[in-house]
């Protein structure tokens, strides 16, 4: 089942789907590797919440949360705790 | 002369190369009309001369940010004799996103594979040779900050300047490969174009690059071509979704393709995850950031402080000892006079240490990977303000001083939000500010000065978010700052970076600013000192031009509550806020002991609770207005501070009396 990227939760592994939507911040998002097929993990959330920090690629993302509402994600594991 | 332009992602340790390529014969200012920093120098390598440019640190080369436009402006027009690309070799397959688009553009490319200490260390192996042949591009592997594989970064220079043109080795798939070959036949025929890289401005045609769309628009005048161009993208178009993201997507596809060849990683916990779990903590995350904020704030102030004393009293003494030197009043009062030449020049300078102080500290966090923590700590804070994480730095360096403030906001990496920043710095009451202030607020308001104090600095600060939103909402309308931004693997900060850092910008303040600073003071000067009956000198303020303006100016003030002195206090005001008191002092012809006990005698505390307001708000001094200027690169946004600070001021000063008077 697809999901957006921002309802994951730290641990969570998943498979970048789709990025909805055109624009600046469409195509900042997918030169920063995010494209179809990538695997990313959800690392932490900032103490207020928002941003979130993503692993991607081998390095470290952070991403608004309605930055994150646009990447469309399959889940592949969710953190087991 | 070789010319030579560096790219590459932020935090890559670009400007460490830069540095060690240049040494001290290097040059920084900001690219014309804009707020970004550009930095040039020269080197000197096996005996050629060689010119490098910085260009400023992108993930791409898209025309969605101003840096982006900038870094491939720069290779497309100027057309550097070499381009070296400065990789991460701990982070290469976001690296390379950057390295395939600057050899779409066609230039003679090299790579610096840097940071491979910090790769080895984190389990990242790369097959270096097998890179080289897959890419088509000579690799240089380089350490920086240890100076390692600079002499052959320089000798694959030259040898990149003697050679041939080399073979674009990359290619896409055959969908977009077919378009491209299309698209550059029909290319070769405009003349417009004959500068261009022809395959790079096939694959933008194809993106739909707003900036080279409108190129073609406008300088393809035969219709036929034109059409034909329409015609390829069309079909391109109707074969991929989007267009756009299908570039992109090849982009990567090429690169892991390469990668999988010749990358091995195997990933270890680092230190810099470590490190992460501390300071981006949810509980001690914000904590540790505030206290390294304060160290900040402490280190800029702190360090600064006994130079800027030494400077000023320096000053003073000289110009004590030469007050009558050429026994021309007017002449030695604008040499040696207080708002004269050399005192100027003292002040100027008093600021050097403070802007040396503020981006040295500045650039060992940002070096440190500490600065992007922070804007992900405070971001969703600040953005309740309209403001973004970064800006609570220099928002911060404001309450010390508004020159530090303005010069701070360079961390912000967005422009809109560097110039919101910028001009709505001077709402943080300086400790200039807090000087007046604390002897007024303690002559009317004894043991309640300290809530007094604290309330002045409530209302800049609520000032100063009300106008980041309405900037935000009006003025730079629909244009999302995204927060789409690496958190990069801390490093060692380097202190040569730093310490070129601090003196670039001192003395780049020194020149710029300082001109700027020594008119103000000039042209106050003589206005101060000129009779206004009989032109000739006069060293009573009552009788000057000055006053005359202050007078005249009155009756808009009376509504305030002043009386003509503290218009021309304000006049005085903008040189430096310190002056204020100082001045009222003088015009009341009082010293400034006895000023605190005169002033509470004579005005009643709602109308100096609205005088402290108006000086609060209206511009700080000339030289933030001289810092707002050098850092927004703009007359139009300095004016701006300026008129909308002073009019708030005035309409606040109203409000407070209008309030006043009910309590």
């Known amino acids: 089942m697809n999901v957006k990227l921002s309802s994951l939760n730290p641990g969570d592994k998943a498979v970048v789907v789709r990025i909805n939507g055109k624009g600046a911040i469409a195509r900042r998002i997918a030169d920063m590797g995010l494209i179809p097929g990538t695997e990313i993990k959800v690392v932490r959330k900032a103490p207020l919440g928002d941003p979130i920090e993503f692993e991607v690629r081998g390095y470290y993302l952070s991403l608004r949360k309605n930055e994150a509402d646009i990447v469309l994600v399959k889940v592949k594991e969710y953190d087991s705790l | 002369m070789i010319r030579v332009a560096l790219a590459g992602n932020p935090n890559v340790g670009k400007s460490v190369i830069f540095n060690n390529l240049t040494g001290s014969r290097q040059h920084v200012g900001n690219w014309p009309g804009k707020t970004v920093e550009k930095k040039e120098g020269y080197a000197k390598c096996f005996g050629e001369e060689m010119y490098v440019i910085d260009l400023p640190g992108t993930y791409s080369l898209s025309a969605y940010s101003i840096e982006e436009l900038i870094a491939r402006d720069y ?368 002559a009317f308001w004894g043991s309640m000065a300290g809530t007094i104090l604290l309330s002045l600095y409530v209302i800049g600060i609520v000032l100063a978010v009300s106008i980041s939103l309405v900037l935000k909402k009006f003025v730079f309308k629909g244009k999302a700052s995204p927060f789409i931004m690496e958190l990069p693997p801390y490093q060692v900060p380097s202190i040569k970076v730093a310490a070129s850092q601090a003196w670039a910008r001192g003395s780049l303040f020194f020149r710029k600013a300082g001109t700027v600073i020594l008119f103000g003071l000039l042209v106050l000067g003589v206005l101060a000192t000129t009779d206004v009956t009989t032109l000739s000198f006069t060293d009573d303020v009552q009788n000057s031009i000055v006053a005359v303006i202050g007078k005249m100016l009155h009756p808009i003030f009376a509504p305030l509550g002043w009386d003509w002195r503290l218009v021309i206090a304000v006049i005085f005001g903008f040189v430096a806020k310190e002056i204020v008191i100082g001045a009222t002092a003088m015009l009341y012809g009082v010293t400034e002991d006895e000023f605190a006990s005169f002033i509470a005698q004579h005005y009643d505390p709602v109308v100096m609770y609205a005088y402290m307001v108006f000086v609060l708000v209206y511009v700080p001094c000339i030289a933030s207005i001289a810092a707002i200027k050098n850092e927004t690169g703009s007359w139009k946004w300095t004016l701006f501070t300026i008129l909308y600070e002073v009019s708030l001021a005035y309409l606040l000063g109203i409000l407070v009396l209008f309030i006043g008077g009910f309590i």
């Not at chain 2, 592997?141 to 240890?146: F, G, I």
């Not at chain 2, 993201?245 to 230190?271: A, C, D, F, G, P």
């Not at chain 2, 702190?302 to 030469?322: E, K």
């Not at chain 2, 928002?395 to 508004?402: A, D, H, Q, T």
Request: charged share 25%; with cysteine.
């Open chain 2, 75 to 442: 290779i497309v027009k100027e057309k550097p004799d070499v381009v070296v690309v400065v990789v991460d070799a701990s982070n290469i397959e976001r690296n390379l996103y950057l390295v395939v688009q600057v050899l779409e553009l066609g230039v003679k490319t090299i790579i610096a594979l840097n940071k491979m200490d910090l790769a080895k260390s984190t389990g990242v192996e790369i097959n270096v040779k097998k890179l080289e042949n897959l890419l088509g591009v000579p690799i240089v592997e380089t350490v920086a900050p240890k100076k390692i594989g600079m002499d052959e970064l320089c000798r694959k220079i030259i040898e990149m300047k003697e050679s041939e043109e080399i073979q674009m080795r990359i290619r896409y798939s055959d969908i977009l490969e077919g378009a491209i070959h299309d698209l550059i036949e029909i290319l070769e025929e405009v003349k417009e174009f004959r500068d261009y890289a022809y395959r790079w401005l096939a694959i933008k045609i194809l993106e739909g690059d707003n900036a080279i769309m409108q190129e073609v628009e406008e300088k393809i005048k035969t219709v036929s071509l034109k059409e034909r161009i329409y015609e390829i993208k069309k079909r391109f178009e109707e074969k991929v979704e989007d267009t756009e993201m299908y570039v992109i997507n090849e982009r990567y596809r090429v690169i892991q393709e390469i990668v999988s060849k010749t990358v091995h990683v195997s990933k270890k916990v680092t230190l810099s995850d470590m490190l992460d779990q501390a300071f981006l903590d949810r509980y001690i995350g914000i904590p540790i950031f505030l206290a390294i904020l304060w160290i900040l704030f402490q280190f800029t102030f702190i360090v600064s402080t006994p130079f800027v004393d030494m400077i000023g009293d320096f000053f003073a003494v000289i110009s004590n000892n030469m007050a009558n030197v050429t026994g021309i009043s007017h002449l030695d009062y604008l040499l040696f006079g207080e708002y004269g030449v050399l005192n100027g020049i003292g002040m100027i300078l008093s600021f050097v240490p403070l802007i040396m102080a503020l981006y040295f500290a500045l650039s060992l966090f940002e070096d440190f990977g500490y600065i992007s923590r922070a804007a992900f700590l405070m971001d969703k804070l600040m953005r309740k303000l309209g403001l973004t994480g970064r800006t609570i730095i220099p928002m911060i360096l404001g309450f010390g001083c508004n020159v530090a403030g303005i010069y701070g906001t360079r961390i912000i990496p967005e422009e809109d939000d560097r110039i919101i920043a910028i001009v709505t710095n001077p709402l943080m009451m300086c400790s200039a500010r807090l000087v007046a202030f604390a002897i007024i607020a303690a």
